[in-house]
């Protein structure tokens, strides 16, 4: 297949292997790409020539990272289906269903807990396309200690998010407002101690932002500004741009 930023085919793979764990976000139903995502969950539509969610296993996999939980719900069996246990990728998948309506961002992770293990993992949005440097994580999870519990990769505000999402302040930290420094959009990946879920039940929705909010006024966010590849592939607007760039890849 073609290269998309040095991805390599899984029978050619040879990276070394990072022992961290990643939980693809794949549970949401979609309803900005109706009717599309009627009878095809958004992970699955194709960009180029994969499904969406087959751009982060093949570029997950070319960064040594092999150890890949999937949580879905609106026709979750789908993904099962196409992806199998990951080896057609060269990774493992072990999968976290959620029932038809999902338990939101916070609520999947912390059903997910007991599959991403004590040290920090990395959570990545299904539904977003982005040249992020996997191959770094290992080095910032290492970074990790009692002072932090999550770190964001933060990219500029698109036009149907002008006003931004958190704030990367020069030191590095994040805050979510009232600070000096650049305000910009979540990109929906990060870096996770699993201490940041401790207070949130399995099985219960939950959103992600408040917990996020509340470390970030214990000063234990850091972040990152990305100036590469993002797009949020949320709309059938930005699936066609998605495959716009796919036909150079």
């Known amino acids: 297949m073609c290269c998309f930023f040095g991805i390599q085919s899984a029978a050619i793979n040879t990276a070394t292997e990072f022992l961290m764990k990643v939980m693809i976000l794949a549970a949401g139903r979609g309803e900005r790409m109706r009717p599309l995502t009627d009878h095809t969950p958004k992970p699955l539509l194709a960009v180029g020539n994969e499904p969406l969610i087959g751009w982060h296993l093949r570029r997950l996999a070319n960064a040594g990272i092999f150890d890949i939980v999937i949580n879905h719900a609106w026709l979750g069996s789908q993904i099962e289906d196409r992806l199998g246990d990951g080896s057609g990728y060269g990774v493992r998948i072990h999968y976290s269903p959620e029932g038809e309506k999902g338990l939101e961002t916070a609520g999947g992770i912390a059903t997910a807990l007991p599959y991403l293990g004590e040290a920090p993992f990395l959570v990545v949005n299904g539904d977003v396309l982005t040249d992020i440097d996997f191959t770094t994580i290992e080095h910032i999870a290492a970074t990790f200690s009692g002072n932090k519990l999550a770190h964001l990769w933060l990219v500029p505000n698109p036009e149907h998010n002008p006003a931004g999402d958190f704030i990367l302040c020069d030191d590095g930290s994040v805050a979510s407002e009232n600070s ?9 990946i990060g870096l996770y101690h699993p201490a940041l879920f401790a207070n949130t039940a399995p099985q219960q929705s939950a959103k992600l932002a408040p917990l996020l909010r509340q470390a970030m006024v214990q000063g234990l ?4 500004k990305h100036h590469g590849l993002w797009l949020d592939v949320g709309t059938a607007e930005r699936l066609n741009e998605a495959n716009r760039l796919a ?3």
């Open 180 to 188: 000096a420094g650049e305000a910009l959009t979540f990109s929906g």
């Open 247 to 249: 036909q150079a890849w």
């Open 221 to 224: 966010v850091s972040g990152e």
